[in-house]
């Protein structure tokens, strides 16, 4: 028996929560701010310090409940009801930025507002205003036991008057400052403060601007309280905004309420656009815009812009003053028409009338002779007011009414056609006459309308239900003729779905009663009738029974479905739904009783299905418009999908012809009532086999089959596919081969004995060697064979294996200053940027105004080029230089881009004059530009590599590590079975098996053994690294022991401790060649334990001082433990330590450039070419992980980081200069920027993760990460590839996968160019807050000295070359570094 508390306080947070829950038990204890039972809640009986009703809790208010972020330590006033003695002290703490004391005055709190320092850190980048809340600590305590909300508002902000005045703050608008403030004292003088939305100078709504393009127009604006710009400030501008570029035009102040753009040309881009509407604003004093409440507008219009014809001219709006120039045929201004006032029409004129009216389409061209038919006309000039077309429409002789709703000036007449019974024409074209019908004010129709007389003959199908819904088709000719159509059967109206000359389809209503029912047709006017056609309603279908009651979640079981009148519906159809699943599937109907339908599908359902069976929520039918049967209450039930095993663990099953295969699984036949049972099919490939069917299993058995085929089961809508299988043949040897061998046998037969006649006099020993090659070749063959079978395997293997084992947990990213320092300076550990350089006080005043002339733009950029104009200055002299000035311009970001920038806009000029390939831009570090360019991606990207691109990569690393661990690697060539790259393969059969050690933690023996699986074949060391990696799994390299520190102990029992390493007095020797020892040297068995024990305290050591004898004397008795005959001891060769000078080491292969090597080693090198496949199978193995990485790479928003502003930024520089130097070739761009970004920072990083994480990267991972790197290189080049039997193997292993990936660079930077550009304010805050962030990550004064030494180096030739420049002399640039030199 064990006690429940009845009450759940604590999941209350606040007092209104904990009151309001209605739970007696709980109530709140105030100054503790927690809900609780009142026994455990301090002094609960003292007045007011714990409340059981809502109107208890504390209620606080605050004056003022605002101050400006201006205001610094304003006093507060705060009244609390509802609280105990507060005789402790309270203290007042603005959320957690920062905290007051509070002093209680008579029932009242006071305390002071943040100072402006801390407001700052509060409000930046909160917009006009930041509400946070005030709340009351207790000092008693330490509790805040109430808050309220408090204001910060930020006047600054608002950079127009009428934002400024209108915000519900007292905030004030200085007219001369153009400026918002709270202190109305910041304004200049007291006629400038605006506290009014009255009082702001604004534009007002006058009437809309309307500026034809290429006149010199002036444009007068309406305005309010406009400002007298006051001594040294500018004068008013209108600055129109045309098409995304800014246009500035002079303006003249009248007065306070009227201002004028003066006279100037407009023009915009585009013959297609008639009016366009720009945006207008107006400035004074360079950047004081004047508020325009109402978004006045200015229209630039084209009077001939899509106004090619007379009548779209004259329509144009009056206010654009454009009329139709006869002579020219052309619309136009009056002013730009030939002189003559006649050719000129203007719409203004009543009298205007356009000539040559033209018809190009009509629409219906065919149409009933009773008339009715609404006529469609279009074409040009036709009319500019309905009253001059009102009469002139004609059919031959038949009038047609035009009708006035439908008219468009100019474009389109819609008429109705008279009755044209009376007349005999039977086609007839169309005529338009404006006003009168002289020659050139007539159109005739270019095709004639034609009268028919339409008629139907039958309908499909004559019969449907009475609920209606029945699709049916009416058959005739001429069905679509004239404008209009309506079809009824009886008085109802058949709802119209489509028409052609032969047809019409329409979906019957519901009908009265049942019976025939006539039909009838109207086109237009005309009654179409034919008493033969009738539609036959019949009494709605019911369903009566559905057989069996039951199916599987994947439906598509047979059912029988018994009812009524089913065959009067065309296209049954049965639904099912079951929670969120539903689905229907076709019915076929036999007779007026049956039909049949398959089970629909609910398998897709959130929700599961008992064993028992699980009724659906709803069965029914989709019969037409019968709607009583979309829910029929039958007794359905769906029963759970059946459950197979798969063939075998790795998904391929190996059987004779003669073997039964056997399908293991559940729920194989539902215990559902009634004898009805699912009916299974096996297929073998493509043929089904006889089935033998059982509670839990399938035998299947098949005809004559060969070979591997997929093996799929299907039962209703299920289907599933457990494996494949391999029927193998029982005769090893077919016919052809048996008669083969016999004849090649036969052959052999007969040569060798020509060959013993001819050599019968020759010695046994030639025999022996003919024996011995032959079993070699054998030997060879077999090996051979059983390499391409293992590598085949390999290839099967699952690689989930892999990617279960890898956690991204804890990814060891270096911090920023280290991963900078080894991308800047590979290779130097502790370089002089990172340490604070002690100087005389002469030097550092020389070297702080060496750093300002640095910041002279020009001074830099002379500087570096010319250190690059000097043939000593060496390739890794401006790798260094480049990574110094990045060094030391680290908090300067926005002026090192734009030097930047001016390099690299220098060497893309310098490239091209040089008549070199434009590709070969940026392929090489032959300049400081590109050197910069790299650490400026290496600065700007850290923050994306943390976020998003470092998980791919490090997974890639830690896959490729893992997988070639799980093979042997060699100790000495670093060569591994498993690898990517061809030159680090082990091109030999290494025979190894996997050993599972338990490994003890010194530092607690109590703790749980670490199981580490290491192969027998491992040296010493390789199993002290694998060991390491897994007691300090997920520690930074640097932080864990190293594994020459560490000892290596095997224990057996408690006492027996032996000491393993890779070279002592066991160690074998032979011929010269000494082997590194293995746990297969020492024995080491499966289960065995190890200890890994610092080298000083190792209970074991056998030391250097220590004699030989003694030392071996302890190994043998150690040894002496081994019960198997063929011990360690009995195999071990005794040699002696002065024999081992001259030895050559080995581990796994011998280096194949001795010439002692064994014939066997030359004969396993004979085929090495067969172990390249093992390339395939370790690249499949971690092929998911470099495409997750290159995915990660080539994606514009990926694991929800967005690209970062850098990218884009370059990227559309390069763009900028290819637009510049005209080059269009899209190869050159997609170079460039290849060569720019993938290949210059990111090959890099791919090829060392150990600039970014603190990881070690061993050899072979280095080669592997190499191919991977080549890979990523050749997917960004834009020059194809081709392969052959000669191409190298990396090239060739990701050969089909090259081209999916270009698509992804394609993509990547199309994606790019497509993003709209970072304005140069986005750009100037990003780089500015990079430099805020690592501002003093480096020393800029040691920098600086690392640089000034180029600068004494070549003196003389900089102080000539800021002597012959003009710029720099105007700059006095060469006096200013004579100071410092």
Same mark, same amino acid.
């Given at each position: 028996?064990?006690?429940?508390?009845?009450?759940?306080?604590?999941?209350?947070?606040?007092?209104?929560?904990?009151?309001?829950?209605?739970?007696?038990?709980?109530?709140?204890?105030?100054?503790?701010?927690?809900?609780?039972?009142?026994?455990?809640?301090?002094?609960?009986?003292?007045?007011?310090?714990?409340?059981?009703?809502?109107?208890?809790?504390?209620?606080?208010?605050?004056?003022?409940?605002?101050?400006?972020?201006?205001?610094?330590?304003?006093?507060?006033?705060?009244?609390?009801?509802?609280?105990?003695?507060?005789?402790?002290?309270?203290?007042?703490?603005?959320?957690?930025?920062?905290?007051?004391?509070?002093?209680?005055?008579?029932?009242?709190?006071?305390?002071?507002?943040?100072?402006?320092?801390?407001?700052?850190?509060?409000?930046?980048?909160?917009?006009?205003?930041?509400?946070?809340?005030?709340?009351?600590?207790?000092?008693?305590?330490?509790?805040?036991?109430?808050?309220?909300?408090?204001?910060?508002?930020?006047?600054?902000?608002?950079?127009?008057?009428?934002?400024?005045?209108?915000?519900?703050?007292?905030?004030?608008?200085?007219?001369?400052?153009?400026?918002?403030?709270?202190?109305?004292?910041?304004?200049?003088?007291?006629?400038?403060?605006?506290?009014?939305?009255?009082?702001?100078?604004?534009?007002?709504?006058?009437?809309?601007?309307?500026?034809?393009?290429?006149?010199?127009?002036?444009?007068?604006?309406?305005?309010?309280?406009?400002?007298?710009?006051?001594?040294?400030?500018?004068?008013?501008?209108?600055?129109?905004?045309?098409?995304?570029?800014?246009?500035?035009?002079?303006?003249?102040?009248?007065?306070?309420?009227?201002?004028?753009?003066?006279?100037?040309?407009?023009?915009?881009?585009?013959?297609?656009?008639?009016?366009?509407?720009?945006?207008?604003?107006?400035?004074?004093?360079?950047?004081?815009?004047?508020?325009?409440?109402?978004?006045?507008?200015?229209?630039?219009?084209?009077?001939?812009?899509?106004?090619?014809?007379?009548?779209?001219?004259?329509?144009?709006?009056?206010?654009?003053?454009?009329?139709?120039?006869?002579?020219?045929?052309?619309?136009?201004?009056?002013?730009?028409?030939?002189?003559?006032?006649?050719?000129?029409?203007?719409?203004?004129?009543?009298?205007?009338?356009?000539?040559?009216?033209?018809?190009?389409?009509?629409?219906?061209?065919?149409?009933?002779?009773?008339?009715?038919?609404?006529?469609?006309?279009?074409?040009?000039?036709?009319?500019?007011?309905?009253?001059?077309?009102?009469?002139?429409?004609?059919?031959?002789?038949?009038?047609?009414?035009?009708?006035?709703?439908?008219?468009?000036?100019?474009?389109?007449?819609?008429?109705?056609?008279?009755?044209?019974?009376?007349?005999?024409?039977?086609?007839?074209?169309?005529?338009?006459?404006?006003?009168?019908?002289?020659?050139?004010?007539?159109?005739?129709?270019?095709?004639?309308?034609?009268?028919?007389?339409?008629?139907?003959?039958?309908?499909?199908?004559?019969?449907?239900?009475?609920?209606?819904?029945?699709?049916?088709?009416?058959?005739?000719?001429?069905?679509?003729?004239?404008?209009?159509?309506?079809?009824?059967?009886?008085?109802?109206?058949?709802?119209?779905?489509?028409?052609?000359?032969?047809?019409?389809?329409?979906?019957?209503?519901?009908?009265?009663?049942?019976?025939?029912?006539?039909?009838?047709?109207?086109?237009?006017?005309?009654?179409?009738?034919?008493?033969?056609?009738?539609?036959?309603?019949?009494?709605?279908?019911?369903?009566?029974?559905?057989?069996?009651?039951?199916?599987?979640?994947?439906?598509?079981?047979?059912?029988?479905?018994?009812?009524?009148?089913?065959?009067?519906?065309?296209?049954?159809?049965?639904?099912?739904?079951?929670?969120?699943?539903?689905?229907?599937?076709?019915?076929?109907?036999?007779?007026?009783?049956?039909?049949?339908?398959?089970?629909?599908?609910?398998?897709?359902?959130?929700?599961?299905?008992?064993?028992?069976?699980?009724?659906?929520?709803?069965?029914?039918?989709?019969?037409?418009?019968?709607?009583?049967?979309?829910?029929?209450?039958?007794?359905?039930?769906?029963?759970?999908?059946?459950?197979?095993?798969?063939?075998?663990?790795?998904?391929?099953?190996?059987?004779?012809?003669?073997?039964?295969?056997?399908?293991?699984?559940?729920?194989?036949?539902?215990?559902?009532?009634?004898?009805?049972?699912?009916?299974?099919?096996?297929?073998?490939?493509?043929?089904?086999?006889?089935?033998?069917?059982?509670?839990?299993?399938?035998?299947?058995?098949?005809?004559?089959?060969?070979?591997?085929?997929?093996?799929?089961?299907?039962?209703?809508?299920?289907?599933?596919?457990?494996?494949?299988?391999?029927?193998?043949?029982?005769?090893?040897?077919?016919?052809?081969?048996?008669?083969?061998?016999?004849?090649?046998?036969?052959?052999?037969?007969?040569?060798?004995?020509?060959?013993?006649?001819?050599?019968?006099?020759?010695?046994?020993?030639?025999?022996?060697?003919?024996?011995?090659?032959?079993?070699?070749?054998?030997?060879?063959?077999?090996?051979?064979?059983?390499?391409?079978?293992?590598?085949?395997?390999?290839?099967?293997?699952?690689?989930?294996?892999?990617?279960?084992?890898?956690?991204?947990?804890?990814?060891?990213?270096?911090?920023?200053?280290?991963?900078?320092?080894?991308?800047?300076?590979?290779?130097?550990?502790? !370089? #002089?940027? =990172?340490?604070?350089?002690?100087?005389?006080?002469?030097? +550092? /005043?020389? @070297? $702080?105004?060496?750093?300002?002339? %640095?910041?002279?733009?020009?001074?830099?950029?002379?500087?570096?080029?010319?250190?690059?104009?000097?043939?000593?200055?060496?390739?890794?002299?401006?790798?260094?230089?480049?990574?110094?000035?990045?060094?030391?311009?680290?908090?300067?970001?926005?002026?090192?881009?734009?030097?930047?920038?001016?390099?690299?806009?220098?060497?893309?000029?310098?490239?091209?004059?040089?008549?070199? !390939? #434009?590709? =070969?831009?940026?392929?090489?570090?032959?300049?400081?530009? +590109? /050197?910069? @360019? $790299?650490?400026?991606?290496?600065? %700007?990207?850290?923050?994306?590599?943390?976020?998003?691109?470092?998980?791919?990569?490090?997974?890639?690393?830690?896959?490729?590590?893992?997988?070639?661990?799980?093979?042997?690697?060699?100790?000495?060539?670093?060569?591994?079975?498993?690898?990517?790259?061809?030159?680090?393969?082990?091109?030999?059969?290494?025979?190894?098996?996997?050993?599972?050690?338990?490994?003890?933690?010194?530092?607690?023996?109590?703790?749980?053994?670490?199981?580490?699986?290491?192969?027998?074949?491992?040296?010493?060391?390789?199993?002290?690294?694998?060991?390491?990696?897994?007691?300090?799994?997920?520690?930074?390299?640097?932080?864990?022991?190293?594994?020459?520190?560490?000892?290596?102990?095997?224990?057996?029992?408690?006492?027996?401790?032996?000491?393993?390493?890779?070279?002592?007095?066991?160690?074998?020797?032979?011929?010269?060649?000494?082997?590194?020892?293995?746990?297969?040297?020492?024995?080491?068995?499966?289960?065995?334990?190890?200890?890994?024990?610092?080298?000083?305290?190792?209970?074991?050591?056998?030391?250097?001082?220590?004699?030989?004898?003694?030392?071996?004397?302890?190994?043998?008795?150690?040894?002496?433990?081994?019960?198997?005959?063929?011990?360690?001891?009995?195999?071990?060769?005794?040699?002696?330590?002065?024999?081992?000078?001259?030895?050559?080491?080995?581990?796994?292969?011998?280096?194949?450039?001795?010439?002692?090597?064994?014939?066997?080693?030359?004969?396993?090198?004979?085929?090495?070419?067969?172990?390249?496949?093992?390339?395939?199978?370790?690249?499949?193995?971690?092929?998911?992980?470099?495409?997750?990485?290159?995915?990660?790479?080539?994606?514009?928003?990926?694991?929800?980081?967005?690209?970062?502003?850098?990218?884009?930024?370059?990227?559309?520089?390069?763009?900028?200069?290819?637009?510049?130097?005209?080059?269009?070739?899209?190869?050159?761009?997609?170079?460039?920027?290849?060569?720019?970004?993938?290949?210059?920072?990111?090959?890099?990083?791919?090829?060392?993760?150990?600039?970014?994480?603190?990881?070690?990267?061993?050899?072979?991972?280095?080669?592997?990460?190499?191919?991977?790197?080549?890979?990523?290189?050749?997917?960004?080049?834009?020059?194809?590839?081709?392969?052959?039997?000669?191409?190298?193997?990396?090239?060739?292993?990701?050969?089909?996968?090259?081209?999916?990936?270009?698509?992804?660079?394609?993509?990547?930077?199309?994606?790019?160019?497509?993003?709209?550009?970072?304005?140069?304010?986005?750009?100037?805050?990003?780089?500015?807050?990079?430099?805020?962030?690592?501002?003093?990550?480096?020393?800029?004064?040691?920098?600086?000295?690392?640089?000034?030494?180029?600068?004494?180096?070549?003196?003389?030739?900089?102080?000539?070359?800021?002597?012959?420049?003009?710029?720099?002399?105007?700059?006095?640039?060469?006096?200013?570094?004579?100071?410092?030199?």
């Amino acid at each position: 028996v064990s006690r429940l508390p009845v009450e759940s306080c604590e999941q209350y947070s606040s007092c209104n929560e904990c009151l309001g829950s209605g739970d007696p038990h709980c109530g709140w204890c105030v100054l503790h701010n927690l809900c609780t039972r009142k026994d455990r809640c301090e002094r609960a009986d003292e007045l007011q310090r714990f409340a059981f009703r809502m109107e208890q809790c504390v209620r606080l208010t605050v004056h003022p409940n605002n101050i400006s972020v201006t205001m610094s330590e304003v006093q507060l006033m705060l009244q609390a009801q509802n609280v105990p003695s507060l005789s402790a002290g309270v203290n007042c703490s603005f959320e957690d930025y920062t905290e007051t004391e509070g002093h209680i005055i008579g029932g009242r709190i006071y305390c002071l507002s943040p100072t402006t320092h801390e407001i700052a850190h509060i409000t930046r980048n909160q917009g006009d205003k930041r509400v946070m809340k005030l709340y009351l600590k207790s000092k008693e305590t330490g509790k805040k036991f109430t808050n309220v909300d408090f204001v910060f508002y930020n006047c600054s902000v608002h950079q127009s008057c009428l934002s400024c005045v209108n915000g519900s703050f007292p905030c004030h608008w200085c007219k001369y400052r153009h400026m918002c403030t709270h202190n109305v004292n910041d304004c200049s003088f007291h006629e400038g403060r605006v506290n009014m939305s009255e009082e702001c100078p604004q534009i007002l709504s006058s009437t809309q601007i309307y500026i034809p393009v290429g006149v010199m127009k002036p444009v007068t604006l309406l305005a309010q309280n406009l400002p007298q710009p006051q001594s040294g400030q500018r004068n008013y501008e209108c600055i129109f905004h045309i098409q995304g570029k800014e246009y500035s035009v002079t303006a003249l102040r009248f007065n306070s309420t009227s201002i004028q753009c003066q006279k100037t040309l407009y023009d915009y881009e585009g013959s297609d656009i008639s009016d366009l509407p720009v945006d207008l604003s107006v400035v004074w004093n360079g950047d004081f815009v004047i508020d325009n409440p109402h978004k006045i507008k200015a229209h630039l219009y084209k009077c001939y812009a899509l106004r090619d014809s007379c009548g779209m001219c004259l329509k144009a709006d009056s206010r654009f003053d454009c009329g139709w120039c006869v002579q020219e045929k052309k619309c136009s201004l009056k002013q730009e028409c030939a002189p003559l006032e006649s050719t000129w029409m203007h719409p203004s004129a009543d009298n205007s009338r356009c000539t040559h009216p033209k018809i190009t389409k009509l629409f219906p061209e065919t149409g009933p002779r009773q008339g009715g038919t609404r006529l469609t006309i279009t074409g040009e000039n036709l009319g500019l007011q309905f009253r001059d077309i009102q009469s002139g429409v004609k059919l031959g002789k038949v009038p047609c009414i035009p009708i006035e709703e439908e008219y468009i000036s100019a474009e389109r007449i819609v008429c109705q056609l008279n009755d044209a019974t009376g007349y005999r024409v039977q086609d007839a074209q169309v005529e338009v006459c404006v006003r009168d019908c002289l020659a050139d004010y007539r159109a005739l129709s270019p095709r004639a309308f034609t009268f028919v007389t339409p008629f139907f003959t039958r309908m499909q199908p004559s019969q449907g239900p009475l609920s209606g819904g029945t699709r049916i088709t009416i058959e005739g000719n001429h069905l679509n003729a004239g404008s209009s159509v309506a079809v009824n059967i009886g008085r109802h109206p058949c709802h119209f779905k489509k028409r052609s000359s032969k047809e019409i389809v329409c979906v019957t209503p519901a009908g009265v009663t049942p019976g025939s029912t006539p039909v009838m047709v109207d086109i237009d006017a005309a009654e179409l009738r034919n008493p033969e056609v009738k539609f036959n309603y019949t009494e709605d279908p019911t369903i009566l029974r559905i057989e069996p009651e039951w199916s599987i979640a994947s439906g598509g079981t047979l059912l029988t479905i018994s009812g009524t009148n089913l065959a009067t519906i065309k296209e049954p159809k049965i639904r099912a739904k079951y929670g969120t699943a539903e689905s229907l599937h076709n019915c076929t109907v036999y007779n007026n009783s049956v039909m049949v339908c398959l089970a629909p599908s609910v398998a897709h359902s959130e929700r599961g299905f008992a064993e028992t069976g699980s009724g659906p929520d709803e069965i029914g039918f989709y019969m037409d418009n019968v709607h009583a049967l979309m829910v029929v209450n039958e007794s359905f039930s769906y029963y759970p999908d059946p459950v197979f095993e798969p063939l075998s663990p790795t998904g391929i099953l190996e059987l004779k012809p003669t073997s039964p295969m056997i399908l293991k699984g559940r729920n194989l036949f539902p215990a559902a009532p009634g004898s009805s049972r699912l009916n299974y099919t096996v297929l073998i490939g493509e043929t089904p086999c006889v089935l033998t069917l059982s509670e839990t299993q399938l035998l299947c058995e098949w005809p004559n089959l060969t070979g591997q085929h997929k093996v799929t089961i299907r039962v209703g809508g299920f289907e599933y596919t457990p494996g494949s299988l391999h029927i193998y043949s029982d005769s090893l040897l077919t016919l052809p081969a048996i008669v083969g061998i016999g004849g090649g046998g036969g052959l052999l037969l007969l040569v060798i004995i020509a060959v013993l006649i001819a050599y019968k006099r020759k010695s046994r020993d030639a025999d022996r060697t003919l024996r011995r090659l032959q079993l070699q070749m054998d030997n060879l063959e077999s090996r051979v064979a059983l390499e391409c079978k293992e590598a085949f395997a390999e290839l099967q293997t699952d690689i989930h294996e892999l990617t279960q084992e890898l956690d991204g947990a804890g990814i060891p990213f270096l911090d920023y200053r280290t991963y900078a320092m080894r991308v800047l300076f590979p290779g130097i550990e502790d !370089h #002089p940027v =990172l340490k604070e350089m002690e100087v005389q006080a002469n030097v +550092e /005043k020389a @070297l $702080t105004l060496f750093g300002q002339l %640095l910041t002279k733009r020009h001074f830099l950029l002379t500087f570096i080029r010319t250190l690059e104009a000097q043939r000593s200055f060496s390739m890794r002299d401006r790798g260094n230089v480049a990574s110094l000035i990045m060094t030391a311009l680290q908090g300067e970001m926005e002026y090192a881009t734009g030097v930047l920038k001016q390099l690299l806009s220098d060497l893309i000029d310098k490239n091209l004059e040089s008549k070199n !390939h #434009p590709k =070969l831009l940026l392929r090489r570090t032959e300049s400081v530009a +590109e /050197k910069m @360019l $790299t650490n400026w991606f290496t600065f %700007l990207l850290y923050k994306f590599l943390k976020e998003c691109a470092g998980e791919p990569l490090f997974m890639l690393y830690c896959a490729i590590k893992q997988q070639m661990e799980k093979g042997p690697i060699d100790a000495i060539t670093g060569e591994a079975r498993y690898s990517l790259s061809e030159d680090k393969l082990i091109r030999q059969q290494i025979d190894y098996k996997t050993l599972t050690l338990h490994c003890v933690n010194l530092e607690n023996e109590t703790a749980p053994e670490v199981t580490v699986k290491c192969l027998n074949c491992d040296t010493v060391t390789q199993v002290k690294e694998k060991l390491l990696d897994a007691v300090y799994k997920g520690s930074p390299y640097s932080q864990r022991p190293k594994a020459g520190d560490m000892e290596m102990e095997w224990r057996q029992g408690r006492m027996a401790r032996i000491i393993l390493q890779d070279e002592d007095v066991t160690t074998k020797i032979d011929n010269d060649w000494k082997r590194l020892n293995t746990l297969a040297h020492y024995q080491v068995i499966d289960g065995s334990v190890i200890a890994l024990v610092p080298k000083q305290n190792s209970a074991y050591h056998i030391s250097n001082s220590s004699t030989f004898t003694k030392s071996l004397s302890k190994y043998e008795s150690m040894l002496r433990t081994a019960s198997s005959p063929d011990s360690l001891r009995s195999r071990t060769p005794m040699i002696t330590p002065d024999l081992e000078s001259g030895t050559k080491l080995w581990h796994l292969v011998k280096n194949h450039d001795h010439s002692d090597q064994r014939e066997g080693d030359r004969g396993s090198k004979m085929v090495s070419e067969i172990y390249l496949t093992r390339l395939l199978a370790t690249k499949g193995t971690l092929q998911k992980f470099v495409d997750d990485l290159f995915e990660t790479i080539f994606s514009t928003a990926h694991r929800g980081s967005a690209l970062p502003l850098a990218i884009k930024y370059m990227f559309d520089f390069l763009d900028e200069q290819a637009d510049k130097h005209q080059i269009t070739d899209a190869d050159v761009r997609h170079t460039w920027k290849s060569n720019c970004l993938p290949l210059r920072f990111w090959v890099n990083v791919i090829k060392n993760p150990q600039f970014v994480f603190d990881i070690h990267k061993n050899s072979i991972t280095d080669a592997c990460l190499s191919v991977v790197a080549q890979t990523f290189m050749d997917s960004c080049s834009t020059s194809e590839h081709k392969l052959g039997k000669d191409s190298p193997s990396n090239k060739l292993l990701y050969a089909k996968d090259i081209p999916s990936y270009k698509n992804w660079v394609e993509r990547y930077y199309s994606d790019i160019s497509r993003m709209p550009a970072i304005s140069d304010q986005d750009m100037s805050a990003y780089l500015a807050e990079q430099s805020r962030l690592h501002l003093n990550q480096f020393n800029s004064m040691s920098a600086l000295h690392e640089i000034y030494s180029y600068i004494i180096k070549y003196k003389d030739e900089i102080l000539s070359a800021l002597q012959k420049d003009e710029q720099a002399r105007r700059q006095r640039l060469r006096s200013k570094l004579e100071q410092v030199v």
